[in-house]
């Protein structure tokens, strides 16, 4: 089990920047793959940035140049960062951090509650 806690949403004008961090808790050991999604109302949830095995970091179109996704300590598991600058109205929603994990061969992902961020125009 991992259990993640979000935090540092809320309110920015259009061209700010905010700093999402995620911070995981449980069986750290198992998680190989760490994520943020984004989801507003009405819509399906968009994946935005995610950190794979391999430490590859991969990022959605719309969000690309703008958005870094990193670990908070190179070498830990525990913590990752999403770093969103040049802020748009379209970015707002609620975001959301993930972690996949394998144990026993079996691939299970673990979502937080999700912080709201809101961008003014």
């Known amino acids: 089990q991992v259990q993640l806690v979000e935090s540092g949403g809320g309110l920015v004008q259009a061209g700010g920047s905010l700093r999402l961090s995620c911070a995981a808790s449980?069986?750290?050991?198992?998680?190989?793959?760490r994520g943020w999604y984004r989801q507003s109302p009405g819509k399906m949830r968009e994946f935005i940035a995610a950190i794979r095995e391999g430490n590859v970091t991969v990022y959605a179109d719309s969000v690309k140049g703008r958005f870094t996704m990193g670990r908070d300590n190179a070498n830990a598991k525990n913590s990752v960062f999403l770093q969103m600058n040049s802020l748009k109205p379209e970015d707002t929603a609620v975001y959301l951090c993930?972690?996949?994990?394998?144990?026993?061969?079996?691939?299970?992902?673990?979502w937080g509650q999700g912080v709201q961020v809101t961008v003014s125009s």
């Open positions: 993930s972690a996949g994990t394998v144990v026993e061969g079996m691939y299970t992902d673990y």
């Open positions: 449980g069986n750290i050991a198992s998680i190989n793959a």
